[in-house]
């Protein structure tokens, strides 16, 4: 935040994609070498940050802030591109979260806004930004907001928050008896908040056992490249650390998948007169390994495709033009003159309500809370396959007879 242009955005070892360099150390350097690409997504998060800042310091820590110059600061960033209405909502919702917390303390606790952690000793040159940072008694609470949608993010076992919490230590532990931290997600859009407590002495010990010898060989770019489910990212952040930027042409990962296939086409294997067809134990293990083959050659055409857009080249391969579908130039100018040639317009258009998502955007967060909310319902997914160590809980699947299936109302019935 307002870091002059000449200076690193982001730390190497940033807090964010820790998740990474601890378990795969050299991807670090490795990604650092590679050009920098932020999705609007990322841009949309960051906007929603902003309005999160600024609502927290007019709460807390800029109390001389007059309701003009709010309004004038909001108004600007509601001009922004990627502005949407229902951010309103959804910085609303975090900040009367991070109220929640302040408010609950006998006495006016310490606080924080958009902090710059520097956590460092575990981590050279290591730095982030926790979002608040509140500190009464010999507690400390860290708290992380998360303008995705995708995946759930939990507070537990979290080596971002985790990092952030180190940081907000090493600067004010010398002030505070900081015996506890308190970790905090607070992701509206799902909704999904969750929170977890560790004691600064676990926590310090899992920075001097685990971070520091990671940390110390990621910095060099030495270490050994472990390809596992990190490199692609779980969707925890709506920033750019969320996936190895590497992971398109990765020669680990090539060589991890490269393996699996010659596995799949072992010829000694083959000779040993097996039966034709995989067993259903086989076909489990083969799977497992094969979601993440075909993740990779998924990246490693969308890196293909962009390196040729670029105007780079890739022997064997160009670009050609993809399945397109027609559409008018100017819809408003021929309906309307369809229109005029006598056709009605209850059969040129239709008419439907807009989409959940549309509807969250256009409502006020009462009318979400007080009307919407009392419609909306979540249908059960579709079955979707998943490792048997997947998070989500198994699906219960009830088994149907044929006679139910097919006999009663579904049965066929003879018109008469």
């Known amino acids: 935040m307002g870091k002059k242009k000449e200076e690193r955005a982001h730390a190497l070892l940033a807090a964010s994609s820790?998740?990474?360099?601890?378990?795969?150390?050299?991807?670090?350097?490795?990604?650092?070498?590679?050009?920098?690409?932020?999705?609007?997504?990322?841009?949309?998060?960051?906007?929603?940050?902003?309005?999160?800042?600024l609502k927290l310091q007019k709460l807390f820590t800029n109390k001389n802030m007059t309701e003009r110059a709010y309004k004038g600061r909001l108004k600007?960033?509601?001009?922004?591109?990627?502005?949407?209405?229902?951010?309103?909502?959804?910085?609303?919702?975090?900040?009367?979260?991070?109220?929640?917390?302040a408010l609950s303390f006998p006495t006016v606790p310490f606080i924080a806004v958009e902090k710059r952690l520097d956590y460092s000793p575990w981590a050279p040159e290591g730095f982030g930004t926790g979002d608040a940072v509140i500190i009464?008694?010999?507690?400390?609470?860290?708290?992380?907001?998360?303008?995705?949608?995708?995946?759930?993010?939990?507070?537990?076992?979290?080596?971002?928050?985790?990092?952030?919490?180190?940081?907000?230590?090493h600067e004010f532990g010398m002030l505070f008896q900081i015996e506890e931290a308190c970790l905090h997600i607070v992701q509206p859009r799902i909704?999904?908040?969750?929170?977890?407590?560790?004691?600064?002495?676990?926590?310090?010990?899992?920075?001097?056992?685990?971070?520091?010898?990671?940390a110390e060989l990621a910095y060099k770019g030495e270490g050994e490249f472990r390809p596992a489910d990190y490199c692609r990212g779980d969707s925890e952040n709506y920033c750019r650390n969320g996936f190895c930027k590497a992971y398109g042409r990765c020669r680990a990962t090539a060589g991890q998948n490269l393996a699996l296939m010659e596995e799949a086409f072992d010829t000694e294997r083959n000779e040993k007169k097996l039966p034709p067809m995989l067993s259903w134990?086989?076909?489990?293990?083969?799977?497992?390994?094969?979601?993440f083959l075909k993740n990779w050659v998924e990246s490693l055409e969308k890196a293909s495709l962009n390196h040729l857009v670029s105007g780079g080249e890739l022997p064997g391969w160009k670009i050609v033009e993809g399945r397109s579908s027609r559409k008018l130039s100017d819809a408003d100018a021929a309906l309307g003159e369809l229109v005029k040639a006598g056709y009605e317009e209850a059969v040129l258009y239709t008419r439907e309500p807009l989409s959940l998502t549309e509807l969250e955007k256009v409502c006020s967060k009462e009318d979400r809370q007080n009307i919407l909310s009392r419609y909306i319902i979540k249908p059960q997914g579709k079955p979707t396959l998943a490792p048997a160590d997947d998070k989500r809980g198994?699906?219960?699947?009830?088994?149907?007879?044929?006679?139910?299936a097919f006999g009663g109302e579904n049965s066929y019935k003879e018109e008469t």
């Not at 360099?21 to 050299?26: G, L, S, T």
């Not at 509601?78 to 910085?91: C, F, I, N, R, V």
């Not at 909704?191 to 990671?214: F, I, R, Y």
């Not at 134990?281 to 979601?291: F, I, N, P, Q, T």
């Open 136 to 169: 009464h008694g010999k507690q400390l609470h860290v708290i992380d907001f998360k303008y995705g949608k995708g995946v759930p993010v939990k507070a537990e076992e979290n080596p971002q928050l985790m990092l952030y919490a180190l940081g907000a230590y």
């Open 281 to 291: 134990e086989e076909v489990g293990a083969l799977l497992k390994k094969a979601m």
């Open 191 to 214: 909704p999904n908040n969750s929170a977890w407590t560790v004691s600064m002495e676990k926590l310090l010990d899992w920075g001097e056992q685990v971070v520091k010898p990671a």
């Open 394 to 404: 198994a699906m219960e699947i009830r088994r149907v007879s044929a006679d139910e």
């Open 18 to 53: 820790a998740k990474k360099w601890i378990h795969c150390p050299p991807s670090a350097r490795l990604e650092d070498s590679l050009a920098e690409e932020e999705s609007g997504y990322a841009k949309e998060g960051t906007l929603a940050h902003s309005i999160c800042e």
């Open 76 to 101: 600007k960033l509601q001009q922004e591109a990627l502005y949407a209405p229902e951010m309103e909502g959804y910085t609303d919702e975090y900040a009367d979260y991070v109220s929640s917390i």
